[in-house]
């Protein structure tokens, strides 16, 4: 439970108002980095089929150590790798599946 000082009872609404705007922005934001995230493995992945990686090395050539996301989406690389090795090759040139991925994750 939250006290506020007796002092100031003339704040608790204030408080309580700005404190429960904040959860949504908070959670917005967080969001938005693990959708980005996502985004970055599809992206990493996409790269890895137009520069001719077989589908069986890609999950040991694209990490997040070395592409710099947090390690724990390392595990959405063996997902996506299937879908995006599924589409035809003009659609890898043309299409931005890391912006569409990215998209539909935030609309979730």
């Given amino acids: 439970m939250i006290r506020l000082p007796s002092f100031a009872p003339h704040l608790a609404a204030p408080v309580l108002l700005c404190a429960v705007m904040a959860l949504p922005a ?22 890895a089929r137009v520069a001719g990686v077989a589908e069986a090395a890609v999950a040991q050539q694209v990490s997040g150590s070395v592409l710099g996301w947090p390690e724990k989406y390392d595990a959405v690389v063996p997902l996506v790798t299937p879908w995006v090795y599924s589409l035809a090759a003009e659609e890898l040139g043309t299409t931005d599946l890391a912006v569409a991925w990215k998209d539909l994750c935030l609309q979730q």
């Fill in 26 to 47: 908070h959670a917005d934001a967080a969001k938005e980095a693990d959708c980005g995230h996502q985004a970055d493995v599809v992206a990493a992945v996409q790269a």
